[in-house]
């Protein structure tokens, strides 16, 4: 039986096909999202994550989808799922690029020092993850930039050259800094859990 309808957000980066072909695994109904008279009947949208901050916000701008973002936001009647990039689109401000970001999070996105970049499988620490069973929690990663570890909006923590937050929730955003759809079984698992 499928699932209720998923939207995932085109704003004209990220890689749509690995989040879309996760959410046929999962049984979802899917749908493209490119404007507000697209969301109909869509319960939770994702917001994928692959490419640069800078690029990614003028799109999002140029396309009028700040706006709608937010305002799918205030009304919380929509899941919204933020992977990577996606997640950290809701901050004020990245380092990548010096990009003024959504700012429905307080906080800044920086850079790792020495140009690291956190690549492969890592461990989340959650709460969020109690009820799945599993052995390793681990996730996988693929990022050079990261929100630093706040209690009040993390809900999930990693540590790898720094303590970052790998989980945050807002209303109805969840962000991941990880890859869901890349990290085959648990990462599944998560994302079920998540637009259940």
């Known amino acids: 039986m499928k699932k209720n309808l998923v939207g995932v957000l085109d704003y004209g980066t990220g ?16 749908k493209i999202v490119k404007k507000e008279m697209d969301l109909g009947g869509i319960s939770t ?37 933020g992977i990577c990039l996606g997640m950290q689109l809701f901050y004020e ?5 010096n990009t003024p970001c959504l700012g ?7 850079k790792f ?4 970049c956190h690549i492969g499988w890592n ?9 799945i069973e599993n052995k390793y929690k681990n996730f996988y990663f693929n990022h050079s930039f990261y929100v630093p570890y706040k209690k009040n909006n993390s809900v999930g923590v ?17 962000g991941l800094q990880f890859h869901p759809e890349k990290s085959q079984l648990i990462g599944r698992k998560l994302l079920n859990e998540l637009i259940a």
């Not at 890689?15 to 899917?30: A, E, F, K, R, V």
């Not at 429905?104 to 920086?110: E, M, S, T």
Request: proline share 2%; charged share 20%; aromatic share 8%.
């Open 113 to 116: 020092p020495k140009n690291y």
């Open 45 to 81: 949208i994702i917001l994928p994550g692959v490419g640069s901050m800078n690029f990614a916000m003028q799109n999002i701008k140029k396309n009028n989808l700040d706006v709608l973002i937010h305002k799918i936001f205030i009304k919380n009647e929509i899941r919204i799922i």
């Open 158 to 174: 990693t540590r790898n050259i720094e303590k970052f937050s790998s989980i945050v929730s807002k209303g109805s955003f969840f």
């Open 93 to 97: 401000f990245s380092e990548e690029g």
């Open 104 to 110: 429905i999070i307080k906080g800044k996105v920086k």
């Open 15 to 30: 890689n749509l096909s690995s989040i879309l072909n996760c959410l046929q695994l999962l049984g979802c109904n899917t």
């Open 123 to 131: 461990n989340v620490h959650t709460k969020l993850l109690d009820g």
